[in-house]
Nanobody, 125 residues
Framework: QVQLVESGGGLVQVGGSLRLSCAASGRTFTSGAMGWFRQAPGKEREFVAAIRWDTISTYYANSVKGRFTISKDNAKNTVYLQMNSLKAEDTAIYYC??????????????????WGQGTQVTVSS
């Protein structure tokens, strides 16, 4: 049984930084992709970033490009999201997700098989 556990959320001021972690257990990921999504109150869940396990391919939403960096540690089965220059509109619950398909780097939530429970990020102005 695959489990994804996020950590690292919290309260930060505008312009600050946070690093989220997503630890995967239950299987060793050598293919497929991991993604970060977020959902703000009253809004739909939206794609943030994704990374392939077997290559260096990454993809970012335009709203976070240049500010957020997704990375991975294959040995630890863990994915990170470094968030810099945070804005108030980055406030949301952040979810990590795993896509077990080989060769995909999807920005669509239905493509992901497994989801974490989410971690709250609040950016205060």
């Amino acid at each position: 049984q695959v489990q994804l556990v996020e950590s690292g959320g919290g309260l930060v001021q505008v312009g600050g930084s946070l690093r989220l972690s997503c630890a995967a257990s239950g299987r060793t990921f050598t293919s497929g992709a991991m993604g970060w999504f977020r959902q703000a109150p009253g809004k739909e869940r939206e794609f943030v970033a994704a990374i392939r396990w077997d290559t260096i391919s990454t993809y970012y939403a335009n709203s976070v490009k240049g500010r957020f960096t997704i990375s991975k540690d294959n040995a630890k089965n863990t994915v990170y999201l470094q968030m810099n220059s945070l804005k108030a509109e980055d406030t949301a619950i952040y979810y990590c997700a795993a896509d077990s398909r080989t060769g995909y780097l999807s920005l669509y939530a239905p493509g992901y098989d497994y989801w974490g429970q989410g971690t709250q990020v609040t950016v205060s102005s």
